[in-house]
């Protein structure tokens, strides 16, 4: 199966937190045809819209783009009741049931939402998915937009830049995205297995009125982690 051309993926990576106080940032990367991911960022913010507008300008210029949420995006559902809200494998000391996690996920699902559904506004008929083969299998009705979860935590934290923590941690979350998947990585860092799957980028996507499969609500998501910097 054909990977997207490089020269033609942006990845747009978003830090959920609150507008007001100042804890949403958004970076951009824009992977080249070859070599590694530039140290440039194709663009950065601190609120939702325009965000949109970075992952709209990729879109409308004819490639594909990815729109990466820091924030949990999926979550396992047990059959054992005992077990729901246990993490999930690969997460930790850091689950998303966690007092962070959990507040993360009940921002990042309203602003998500709201990304989306602009999305959708502002390019016509766009299709998306969280299943990466979905989104670079070379086929002409490929989804364009690839939705995945960012984990900056812990060790893989970056040290803050004069833009702020958050900032830097959008930028983390871009350039680790941008690196998996330019060189061909689809194995996730987190999982759900072995239990189900409730996928909450797949279910903003469906509420947002998107064109996604309806099989992707129980479909693990891409989770990629940001490592620690080796210096």
Wanted: proline share 5%; net charge negative.
């Amino acid at each position: 199966m054909a990977e997207p051309t490089p020269r033609d993926l942006r990845v747009v990576a978003v830090d959920i937190g609150s507008v007001r106080t100042g804890s949403f940032a958004w970076a951009a990367v824009d992977v080249p045809r070859a070599g590694p991911v530039p140290e440039a960022l194709a663009g950065y913010g601190s609120d939702p819209a325009t965000a949109v507008e970075a992952v709209a300008e990729g879109l409308l210029s004819g490639g594909r783009a990815v729109l990466a949420l820091e924030a949990p995006m999926s979550v396992p559902v047990s059959g054992d009741w005992a077990l729901l809200g246990k993490g999930r494998a690969g997460e930790g000391n850091r689950p998303w049931s966690a007092s962070a996690g959990a507040g993360a996920l009940g921002t990042g699902l309203v602003q998500g939402a709201w990304m989306l559904a602009e999305l959708g506004r502002v390019v016509t008929g766009l299709s998306v998915t969280t299943q990466v083969r979905r989104w670079s299998d070379g086929t002409a009705d490929a989804a364009r937009l690839l939705l995945v979860e960012a984990f900056v935590s812990g060790a893989g934290k970056p040290v803050a830049t004069v833009l702020g923590q958050h900032a830097a941690d959008a930028e983390a979350a871009a350039r680790v995205v941008a690196e998996r998947l330019a060189g061909g990585g689809r194995e996730s860092d987190v999982v759900c297995a072995p239990h189900r799957v409730f996928n909450l980028l797949a279910a903003q996507a469906l509420w947002a009125g998107l064109d996604i499969g309806d099989d992707e609500l129980g479909l693990d998501v891409l989770v990629v982690r940001a490592r620690p910097v080796v210096r």
